[in-house]
């Protein structure tokens, strides 16, 4: 592979032991954009040393007078419209795909094949068909690749990572996760977006919110094997539906995991007053673990054997403290941080694993991951519109 | 009908315009005898005047010594090891199934057909077929019948249905239930029990925990339509399972309403920490409500037309305040009800239909709800037996 | 003296090991009134065996057809308005004042002088030379003496004392408490009462308010050795206002304990939304303990020895669990209790106390308590009057 | 004054209608210059556009080789050991004093002098008597001051703020605030601090966290007029108490507003479970607001004039909706904010303020808010050392 040297980081000016600087190409400017760049900026002086110093190369977008500006508002060293371009670019050497659901496939497959390092957008793709091709041009480049899943970057959901590893927590009865918002609630009118249209977005709630339930339920808890789904019809609001290609508004899925674990997965865009609730429950044979993404701070936990028994009851465990994932890069305990964080979590481990050739997995999402996501996805609609329980199929 | 005149309920001893007297015979005396008894003793002093006075007239349960120690701890007039006999008792008035599911069908019909008024525990039966039988019965009485769904008076879960009724808050979108309990966790050892035995039992956290979520949604939200469900094998405790006489330790459902809402029911006997959680989500047009039994003197509502905008948020109502349902009834603002409290109001509700021949719904869960809410509980069981969406099927 | 049989309990009817049977005579039939006799007609049936079983031997009120009502709705066997006439039935043991302030220390002292045993609403007295002399007569008379400070008896309170005990958490480092109400808002319009008025009350938001959360500063911290408060005066209501008899509507005060703590004591009648919100936070060298009366079943605990420290969080106790205080009496786990359950609890030690012989001390509050309260009230109108931080005189 | 000609900003690069470009030199690169450095680099690509674009221009502290790294981490574009030299300095437009207490008054003043705007972290001094001295040497400069009391920042407490202005919610009755934290807990073992001594500190618990309380009473509710105040001795730790130098490891005061209200203040080092925790509660005519630090994205509001009356309750509102404060610069609703940035509005208002030449109070606090809380700090000792209460003496 040509580029196949880019996937060795170039050094850094100040010598040796310093990290090494490795130059990001974007694509997209708006919210993830903005949420991607704000990490990137952060990384070299949060972390002490940074695990790599990401230059921001190059940003890119179809308008050329709006990513002119968000090149100077970021301070990217250059701006292109059309990423093909930016993908020749040398000092190119992460991929970083921040655009709508229907510029993920094309674009990461040509980054690869170019010997790029891939972080991409979640949902990976709009169907497992499109995240599966994207898995296999992943598989065949040898670089890295990452799907965007950042609330495993979350200090709360790290820890609760920790704690359940090699089954710590015993046999997992329950995973009950659901994702509310409330954008599309009729009085507060929310525009039209892509987000609405089944073409540029693959579904609904579900790829856009259902998808880090999805994720999360991997992450921590295992395969989910079996699905039985209903979708809500956009009814609530317009997006593509006159044309036939809106998307669902709402997902809920009776759900069975490959261990025996049950549990329910659900999303929504119609749920007054929840600005941006990812909340989940996991039942554990010595503990439950709970998490709301609201309050994303804090992680609820209640332990079976705690001693005395008396005083048995569900701690909110504020995760900023000294032994607490990330904590230490941030401030004194308390002083909490905010969602923007858990995408400077994210990238420091992409830019670590490139600089120091280390595993995506089993910390971030790969794109085999967001494969995985996409196939739970195709299960949930297939059985939405079939009316039967539909076993996940995760073969490519 | 023989027995009719007992319906008429004879008036008490102080005159004319005072409560009339109505004697109560109870079937059980353990956790719903003690409950029902103390709703009985407390009505007469907690309403001014009472809508009924319960004479506690006579008790029956199968051990003679402990239901003759019953007898004594409550004050029941009589005691019985045989319900056909208390149910030739001409001081009773009112018969009250507080037993086990499965000595809830052949009393309640004979009790209806000896032209009694019948309060039952919930589940109304093992099965809708059992259920409807009851209904049949019901029907063919005249006589007042009730299914002791405690929850609906609940004050908070009042005040949810009286802010829902005639569609106030706009179309439903979603109803997200989940009853939680521990008491099967490993860890904790709990004993055997008639209510882990099919036989006794008809199901497990289905037909005990989860017929609350149940009738709850057709309390507030409507008909449920169609069940995607799961459950979970009784693997965590042992109960009648050697003799494939187990029942579910869990169960999960996506659900579909009449009128188009979607949502997830779920109950289970092993999630830690999880004490006595009921606790359910509606998200309606104009505003959501949530409920938690564990904190059951509050209800949580967002306004999506509160004034000014800012400050919008989910409101903590103690539903303790002088137009709050039942408040007058008890204490100042702020001295919070309990549990026990759900059976007073519900007892009330009865005493008081029977006295002034009123109509036991919508308030109050009749029979028919009592069947509604089995033939979902059949629906769930042969949609996940069949892994098939089950319309459920309300025809008796 | 004479009535000294009075304090051996009559048997009861059932035979030598049934609980005593203990006549009670009542002052007052509203709302402590109402508290009061919910909470004996309770106890024969909720305790099994009970430690005696309460006579309503009689209820006494000034007015006759009120009080006569009272004797119908509760059971009482006799009435009276004149509280004297009460004190010589012979069906009276205990004397339990449950009546304005202003008539607590003439009654409670010929009651003692009596024989009788005596149960005295709080606060004991409108100041501490008031509450002196009941003291001193309560001595003289070798009777049970208890002040009603049934917040000891909320299951949570009752377990902080228990992991308090013996200074098992260490040193105390500081309590803070503050007892809110709101109805005396302008916006609620609240009628005049005794409450306001300097003659029947004492204080104001001090006696009725403040009195609990000193008390519970002495039941769970220790000795208060000096206060510096400030009152507010009585603008936002009127009440005794006018002639100058007119009560705090709220007090602060900074406090130090006799073994060095420090912390802050507070109550006010015009906090808007606090209907009964009494809580308090201790601050130990192991653990801090957080209480809020508006969710009583649940004492919030953190751990400074919680292993492992990455789950070290606020503990949310349900305190319904079968190793919990006074949970065995009621319900399964989860099934929470309410307000009126502490008059229960404390009426139980109460009886068991008259029953067996015990001493009120330490777990219930005796004449003695009331009367260190008084003294800290008086002290903290002392310091509010002159500027000055006030060390407690607690010399009889 | 000869460097005068700095307060008017240097236009960027850009041309005319760009904002301005100012140079900052800051003293203090450890916590402080951590979070303030972080706010400046953020401003320029947050703000569309920026009030003003700050420039890094010069770092200072006493360890040159420290002082050197952390040029290189944050990207300033020279350091110094010498605040004289730094103020010399013609890139530096602005001073940010973020180094310890006892370094706060003679840079500042020096740099006033110098015609610089000043930043200065809080507490503004050791005692009123030096924050008297600074704030009269900023009337004298005629530049831009301000005392980084941030949590004025925060958009929860600048909403109530808002809602509060101009006595929109009635009178206020009440204000209670307590600043809780445990890094002196001796199971912590935290070693020795300036923060510990009180030639460097001034105060304790007092001056660190006290200080902010204090400000937020200035800001929300109004002036302080007197305290009587309790502070608790060193002993939880040894900090310069050997030498006598020890300071307050918590206070607690009763205070008395001059309008009217009462209130509590207090703050402490030694709360088991509290690491962050800045609270407050203003109980209003027609309002009670709470806030959180460790949950700083809600304000908890209740409504007296909520329709209709029975859902009046607590409300948490979660303060990133399009109508709050600072919500528009950073990402969708329910997606939160840290700590952190609080620092970036502050800066932000301070920028704006230069550059375009507005007042920085009522929304930032100024030398002479930082002065008045020092008044109140010095009462408060004041009160404590000699057990009386203390008219605030806000006269210079």
Redesign the interface.
């Known amino acids: 592979m040509i580029a196949a040297s880019h996937s060795a980081p170039r050094s850094g000016a100040?010598g040796g032991d310093r990290p090494p600087h490795l130059g990001v190409g974007i694509l997209g400017y708006r919210?993830m954009g903005k949420?991607h760049?704000?990490a990137l900026?952060?990384i070299?002086?949060?972390f002490?040393p940074p695990p790599a110093v990401p230059e921001l190369a190059a940003i890119c977008g179809r308008d050329g007078e709006a990513v002119a500006e968000a090149r100077?508002?970021?301070?990217y060293a250059r701006h292109y419209t059309d990423w093909r371009a930016m993908l020749e670019d040398e000092a190119v050497d992460i991929f970083d795909d921040a655009g709508p659901n229907d510029v993920h496939a094309e674009p990461c497959i040509a980054a690869l094949a170019a010997g790029k390092h891939v972080m991409c957008e979640k949902p990976l793709a709009r169907s497992a068909a499109e995240a599966g091709a994207m898995l296999e041009a992943a598989r065949a480049a040898g670089t890295k690749h990452m799907t965007a899943f950042n609330y495993r970057f979350v200090p709360a959901v790290r820890?609760a990572w920790?704690?359940l590893r090699d089954g710590a927590l015993g046999r997992i009865?329950?995973y009950?996760a659901?994702y509310?918002?409330?954008?599309l609630?009729?009085?507060?009118g929310a525009g039209d977006s892509w987000r609405l249209h089944r073409g540029a977005a693959g579904s609904g709630a579900l790829g856009d919110l259902g998808s880090h339930a999805i994720d999360l339920a991997h992450f921590l808890v295992g395969e989910i094997a079996?699905v039985?789904?209903?979708?809500?019809?956009p009814?609530?609001h317009e997006g593509g539906r006159e044309s036939g290609e809106g998307v669902d508004?709402?997902?809920?899925?009776?759900?069975?995991f490959a261990h025996?674990?049950?549990?329910?997965l659900?999303a929504?865009r119609?749920?007054?007053?929840?600005?941006?609730?990812l909340s989940f429950?996991i039942?554990?044979?010595?503990?439950?673990l709970c998490f709301d993404?609201?309050?994303?701070?804090?992680?609820?936990?209640?332990?079976?054997?705690?001693e005395p028994?008396?005083?048995?009851?569900?701690?909110?465990?504020?995760v900023?403290?000294p032994?607490?994932p990330w904590a230490e890069a941030?401030?004194?305990?308390?002083?909490?941080?905010?969602?923007?964080?858990t995408f400077v979590h994210e990238f420091a481990h992409f830019l670590a694993c490139v600089a120091q050739d280390r595993e995506i997995a089993p910390l971030g999402a790969t794109f085999e991951d967001g494969y995985r996501c996409a196939a739970v996805c195709d299960a949930i609609l297939a059985?939405a519109a079939s009316?039967?329980?539909v076993y996940v199929d995760y073969k490519l």
Not at 185 to 188: C, G
Not at 260 to 264: C, F, I, R, V
Not at 310 to 316: A, E, K, L, N, Y
């Open positions: 100040s919210f949420a760049s704000n900026k952060k070299p002086y949060i002490t100077r508002r970021y301070g820890l920790e704690l009865y329950h009950r659901s509310l918002q409330e954008w609630m009729p009085a507060l079996a039985s789904a209903v979708t809500q019809d009814a609530p508004a709402a997902f809920a899925a009776a759900v069975e025996g674990a049950t549990g329910t659900e929504t119609v749920a007054a007053g929840r600005k941006n609730r429950e039942n554990a044979e010595t503990a439950t993404l609201e309050r994303l701070n804090e992680l609820r936990i209640y332990r079976m054997d705690e028994e008396t005083v048995r009851g569900f701690h909110d465990v504020l900023t403290d032994g607490h941030w401030w004194p305990p308390g002083h909490v941080i905010g969602w923007e964080h059985s009316g039967r329980k």
